[in-house]
């Protein structure tokens, strides 16, 4: 499984982007949850959303009203629909999908807010 992510750039505080993520080589397989990560520099990387297979969304608070996390009803993508944004969530965003084989990881979109 590989993921492939997309969409990260340069914004202006107050502003928006969203991020998707594509899950190549999983044709047959389940993905019941996946998730966008984050790590600031010098930071550890957290989670700041999950999605399971039912669109069920988890949020951390410092995101919850901002970020909206989807996924497409059929194919294993997912979006990070990312508003209001702050200079704070300045960061590499990753897309994570755990499977019982093992946990995949894309390998991460530049996210910079300037304020």
């Known amino acids: 499984v590989r993921l492939v992510e997309s969409g990260g750039g340069l914004v202006q505080a107050g502003g928006s982007l969203t991020l998707s993520c594509t899950a190549f080589g999983s044709d047959g397989t389940y993905i019941a949850n996946m998730a966008w990560y984050r790590q600031a520099a010098g930071e550890e990387r957290e989670l700041v959303a999950r999605?399971?297979?039912?669109?069920?969304?988890d949020y951390a608070n410092s995101v919850k009203g901002r970020f909206t996390a989807s996924r497409h009803s059929t194919e294993n993508m997912m979006w990070l629909q990312m508003d209001s944004l702050k200079p704070e969530d300045t960061a590499v965003y990753y897309c994570?999908?755990?499977?019982?084989?093992?946990?995949?990881w894309g390998q991460g979109t530049q996210v910079t807010v300037s304020s």
């Open positions: 994570n999908v755990p499977l019982y084989f093992g946990d995949f």
């Open positions: 999605i399971s297979s039912g669109s069920t969304t």
